[in-house]
T-cell receptor, first 112, second 110 residues
Framework: NAGVTQTPKFQVLKTGQSMTLQCAQD?????MYWYRQDPGMGLRLIYY???????DKGEVPNGYNVSRLNKREFSLRLESAAPSQTSVYFC???????????FGDGTRLSIL | GENVEQHPSTLSVQEGDSAVIKCTYS??????FPWYKQELGKGPQLIID?????GEKKDQRIAVTLNKTAKHFSLHITETQPEDSAVYFC?????????FGAGTRLTVKP
């Protein structure tokens, strides 16, 4: 009964470092999403994947890349981290396209 | 693109009272309106949603109403309980564009 699992839960990086945030869902959902959440703002979509093998840019894609490894897994990569990418990152999945139902508990990322 | 405004940003009510959170959207073609509850340290949880062909939907103590003409929708929580305390987000979507409101922090005082 895991739902959406994100790893790691916390991470501190230095400017210029790279890292990959992992996300996996066990509900056999086709659609998956990556959001960032900043104080005083709603969630903003970074990238989404409508189905296995497809990915598309969302509202704020600059500085990020994604991989839909298989139906279960959707990873988010920061190639060269910047302080402006300090945020909480959420992965979500859904059965219906663009109706995110289940969210992970987030990755809290700080970039110094 | 879509733009969603949410009010109020904070709301404090006494246990047992009702709470109402309102959102307005800009794109009249938006057709899906979900509401999420986010507890501290957790991800958002979908609590109720409504589609543009429905004016009202209810699920136990929560209800959502949609006024397409005025382009606004509201979340109503009746008989509030301390465990309703959380941040609530509305969203509006059309196709592959979904935008979220900035959130309402609801505090229910025992």
């Amino acid at each position: 009964n895991a739902g959406v699992t994100q790893t790691p839960k916390f991470q501190v990086l230095k400017t210029g470092q790279s890292m990959t945030l992992q996300c996996a869902q066990d509900m056999n959902h086709n659609s998956m999403y990556w959001y960032r959440q900043d104080p005083g703002m709603g969630l903003r979509l970074i990238y989404y994947s409508a189905s296995e093998g497809t990915t598309d840019k969302g509202e704020v894609p600059n500085g990020y890349n994604v991989s839909r490894l298989n139906k279960r897994e959707f990873s988010l990569r920061l190639e060269s981290a910047a302080p402006s990418q300090t945020s909480v990152y959420f992965c979500a999945s859904s059965e219906s396209f663009f109706q995110p139902q289940h969210f992970g508990d987030g990755t809290r990322l700080s970039i110094l | 693109g879509e733009n969603v405004e949410q009010h109020p940003s904070t709301l404090s009510v006494q246990e047992g009272d009702s709470a109402v959170i309102k959102c307005t959207y800009s794109d009249s073609a938006s057709n899906y309106f979900p509401w999420y509850k986010q507890e501290l340290g957790k991800g958002p949880q979908l609590i109720i949603d409504i589609r543009s062909n429905v004016g009202e939907k209810k699920d136990q103590r929560i209800a959502v109403t949609l006024n397409k003409t005025a382009k606004h929708f509201s979340l109503h929580i009746t008989e509030t309980q301390p465990e309703d305390s959380a941040v609530y987000f509305c969203a509006a979507s059309i196709g592959n564009d979904m935008r979220f409101g900035a959130g309402t922090r609801l505090t229910v005082k025992p």
